[in-house]
Nanobody, 124 residues
C-alpha cells in the first residue's frame, strides 16, 4: 500500500522555525517528484514547494522564497520542508504529495499520492 505520512507540525511563534517530515512507505520516493502543499481555512490548496526526482531542481511559491527549503533524502525515503521566519499567514494544514516525474507544475492537480496533512499554526 502506497502511503505518505507527514509529521513535525505544531504551534510556533512568528519568526520561529519548524521542520516538516514526509515518510513514504510502499514505494520509493527517489523516483517521484515531491511536493509540499498547504491549505488554510476557506482557501484553496496551494503549492508551497516542489522538488524533482532527477536533478533536484526546486520550485518555491513567491510567498515562501528565502524562508522555506525543500530537501529529499532518498536513502531514508524521506522528504523535508524546513520552514524559517514563519509568519501568521503561513498557518495552514501542510500536505506532502508525490507524482510522476513527467508532471512538472507544482499544482495539486498534478499529484496523486497524498499524506493526511499536519497542522502548522503560527501565532503569538
Amino acid at each position: 500500500q502506497l502511503q505518505l505520512v507527514e509529521s513535525g507540525g505544531g504551534l510556533v511563534q512568528p519568526g520561529g522555525s519548524l521542520r516538516l517530515s514526509c515518510a513514504a512507505s510502499g514505494f520509493t520516493l527517489q523516483y517521484y517528484r515531491i511536493g509540499w502543499f498547504r491549505q488554510a481555512p476557506g482557501k484553496e490548496r496551494e503549492g508551497v514547494s516542489c522538488i524533482s526526482s532527477s536533478d533536484g531542481s526546486t520550485y518555491y511559491a513567491d510567498s515562501v522564497k528565502g524562508r522555506f527549503t525543500i530537501v529529499r533524502d532518498n536513502a531514508k525515503n524521506l522528504a523535508y520542508l524546513q520552514m524559517n521566519s514563519l509568519k501568521p499567514e503561513d498557518t495552514a494544514v501542510y500536505y506532502c504529495a508525490a507524482t510522476t516525474p513527467l508532471l512538472r507544475l507544482c499544482v495539486p492537480g498534478n499529484y496523486n499520492y497524498w499524506g493526511q496533512g499536519t497542522q502548522v499554526t503560527v501565532s503569538s
